[in-house]
């Protein structure tokens, strides 16, 4: 039916002939790979999933669905199909690219998958063949079609209910998505690595088609309106978590992505390497562990927690002062140097202050466990508590908490950067002789950053030491295979994009997500860490989300948002002349 | 214009020695209220790094420098904040801000909302905001590039890069603005506009000192002219003065020819200068390139 309108469109389209049949042919592709997962692909349902459903599909199934799906409609919708133009703003031939090789992928790694753990292709029932062709053949042709990049259309009139339902729908689908990373079955591999085929696939040809571009302009537009979103579904999310392990995956998601932000105002922001942020975080849990009446905490008090945070702040703000100070007043690499030398420096201290060693503060490797759980006024976040007929657990309660650190955090990260001091911080970046040159007080404002920087993670830290319930000091160490360590929250920041709030947020989901799922990635976490570093540097440098500038920076040619003005007749040849 | 004779800068014995090296020797400088002077010189002769000795980029071996009868600290913010601005040889904006963030940022020592305001956004921090960009704005309108106040420096052309340098430097509402080089890599009409502008600048009551290769320019513009050749002061006077004086020929064109008469001098001078119109900053630029990079 649907090959049957586009047909018809095919012969109105101006472009005709044997691209608009290619693109027939890629969308009954997607259609038929949709079709493919109604069958079975296998007989046993020893594979993760079980894909042995004739009628509906099941498991990994699902991913190829959607993308099978989400291929036609970018093939309608390159072929002029009346109703899906906004699917492909910007063109949709790299987007359709993307999206048919994502399936191709998702489906071939699929049925591969079948076929290695099962031993053989013996194992695949009819419907893998058919999946494995379907697939195929979007994929091809797809990358026969001519490229037809655009400057973004202009979006089509809607009343602004409409562009609020859009932005509303889109934080739904994405808690949707989230979710869906984070409920899936770590025991086997196969189901995360599908999703993050899938979705890898899927962003990038959203992004290809200006989809992504189209909605954050409409997220800009309507900017309390997005605020409310994202509150809504980061509260909405433990409600939609039915497994302790799945909340504190969310915990501690939530921990390092609000500690890899303020991490950013340092690195991103005011362009300072701190080799040694973790510390920052253990000083504030150390700091609330102390004092929040564990048994076997040196000091015999029991501060209220709002007490507890504020000693925390208090105290890495102080010894963020102590390490910045001397070192902010040089240039160069010694602030790498001597934050790295403080992380190490930390931990071996928090060693050591045992009684044995020195004086008896932490309680050595042993750390302060049997903190008591929070209790704010009468809520006591070591219990369940039932709300809205759902329950949540201790972990949900501190995901709730935690919220309010990450929303106090971004609010100073977007009020403090888009300000004087926030100018200050990045003219720093760019040239510290020329911004000194302008007025600024190199020293004052990089202290500032770096205080800040501290002191947020010092919040974080009292709210961690909680969550987990002990601190011990092996956690704040400068590399290491579980999080939080120095370099695990440097690697968010870069992975997801310097100087922006939703790179940090999104780079720590993945790297804590990703080894979490994939238990058989333990063994080579840091390698598989540094390669994808590599290749990130490589191919994306400016991260996942990046920031606006430096996305003019290192990718010359698309010059986003400057308004367009032939400008260059008149002086081209100063230009020139200067370059030479 | 009423030229009133208060000295606005007063350099005296600045002296500066990198190793051996002695790159400026022991000048005396004086810029009064409403003067636009102008300092020349080959290249090398170390008019950048006397900049840099007024600015506080470099800290003077000897010497000292006063700013309206106070003496300058040899730190850069402390100088912009007394009232003196400055430009680069080699431009330095803030690349990757746009056009208005790069005035915005000049106007750092004329506001004070620090982090506690910016975080709360009361009232006063709106308003503060506002009328610095409203400042912003009537120097970009003043220097003409109010049209491009969001584009990235990065991506402006090279004429209008070294407005902009000019625009951040006047949002500290200096007393005295230093130019060096102003109109390096500049085309004929881009070089007449800036001498505009630097008038327009002085009749707003800038004083001016300017480091420039292109006589013309020098001479239409300046009251004084200050000639630095090795690190020493060679002579200063009005532009006349100094234009026929056969030492300056001599270290900018070699020596004049045996008894040649002023009138051919002078055509020398024209074609030394039709040069300079057309040539590429390349070889002045390196130079200093190297030098500012280097602290
Ligand atoms: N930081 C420095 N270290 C060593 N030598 C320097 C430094 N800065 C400038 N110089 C030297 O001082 C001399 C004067 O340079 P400069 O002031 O840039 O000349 P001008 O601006 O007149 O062309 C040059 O020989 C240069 O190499
Ligand atoms: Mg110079």
Known sequence: MTTDTSKTTGENAPTGGRPTMLRAITAAGGLASVASTFL????????????????????????????????????????????????????????????????????????????????????????????????????????????????????????????????????????????????????????????????????????????????????????????????????????????????????????????????????????LLDLGYVAFLGVGAYTAALVSGAGSSTLDIHLPFWAAVIAGAVVSLIFGVLIGAPTLRLRGDYLAIVTLGFGEIFRIAVLNLDGTSGPSVTNGPNGIPNIPPLEIFGFNFGEDHTVLGHTLDTNANYFLLMLLV??????????????????????????????????????????????????????????????????????????????????????????????????????ATLLFLIPKKLEFLQDYQLLAFGIALILLMRFRPEGIIPNRRQQLEYHETGQLDVPDQPQLSGNAVGVTKAEA | MTTTTSPVLNANGVTMRFGGLTAVRSVDLTVNSGEIVGLIGPNGAGKTTFFNCLTGLYVPTEGSVSYKGTVLPPKPHLVTQAGVARTFQNIRLF???????????????????????????????KRAEAASKERAMELLEFTGLAHKADHLSRNLPYGEQRKLEIARALASDPGLLLLDEPTAGMNPQETRATEELVFAIRDQGTAVLVIEHDMRFIFNLCDRVAVLVQGQKLIEGTPDVVQSDERVIAAYIGTPFEGAPGQEEAAEVEAAEAQQGTRPSGAPKSTTARTEDGQ
Not at chain 1, 52 to 59: A, I, L, S, V
């Open chain 1, 406 to 507: 990450t929303i106090v955090v971004v609010l100073v990260f977007s009020r403090a950067g888009n300000s004087r001091i926030g100018r200050a911080w990045v003219a720093i970046r760019e040239d510290e002789t020329a911004a000194t040159a302008m007025g600024i007080n190199g020293f004052r404002v990089k202290l500032i950053a770096f205080a800040l920087g501290a002191t947020l993670a010092g919040v974080a830290g009292t709210v961690w030491a909680h969550v987990q319930s002990t601190v011990v000091p092996e956690q704040y160490v400068f590399a290491g295979p579980v999080p939080p360590n120095s370099t695990f929250l440097l690697a968010a920041v870069i992975l997801g994009g310097m100087g922006t709030i939703g790179g940090p947020l999104l780079g």
């Open chain 2, 95 to 125: 690349a990757n801000m746009t056009v208005l963030e790069n005035v915005l940022v000049g106007r750092h020592t004329r506001t004070k909302e620090g982090l506690w305001s910016a975080l709360l956004r009361g009232p006063g921090f």
């Open chain 1, 40 to 271: 079975a692909w296998t007989w046993t349902s020893e594979f993760p999933g079980d894909l042995t459903f004739n009628g509906y599909p099941g498991g990994l199934q699902l991913l190829t669905l959607v993308l099978g799906l989400l291929t036609t409609l970018f093939a309608l919708s390159a072929m002029d199909v009346r109703g899906l133009g906004w699917l492909t703003p910007a063109g949709s031939t790299q987007a359709l690219r993307l999206m048919a090789l994502g399936t191709f992928a998702t489906t071939w790694f699929t049925v591969i998958a079948i076929a290695v753990d099962l031993g053989g292709l013996a194992n695949w029932e009819p419907g893998a063949w058919v999946a494995a062709i379907a697939g195929l053949i979007p994929a091809v042709a797809a990358f026969l079609l001519p490229n037809d990049a655009r400057p973004l259309k202009r979006p089509a009139k809607l009343p602004s209910w409409a562009e609020i339902l859009i932005i509303a729908a889109v934080f739904a689908i994405g808690l949707y998505v989230v979710n869906y990373g984070i409920q899936t079955d770590a025991d086997d591999p196969e189901p995360f690595l599908g999703y993050l085929i899938a979705t890898g696939f899927a962003a990038a040809a959203l992004f290809k088609a200006g989809v992504v571009t189209r909605l954050s302009a409409l997220t800009a537009k309507y900017r309390s309106v997005t605020l409310i979103a994202a509150l809504v579904t980061a509260v909405a999310f433990p409600f939609t978590q039915n497994k302790a392990s799945y909340t504190e995956l969310g915990v501690n998601i939530l921990v390092f992505a609000t500690v890899a932000l303020g991490l950013n105002i340092v690195v991103g922001l005011a362009g």
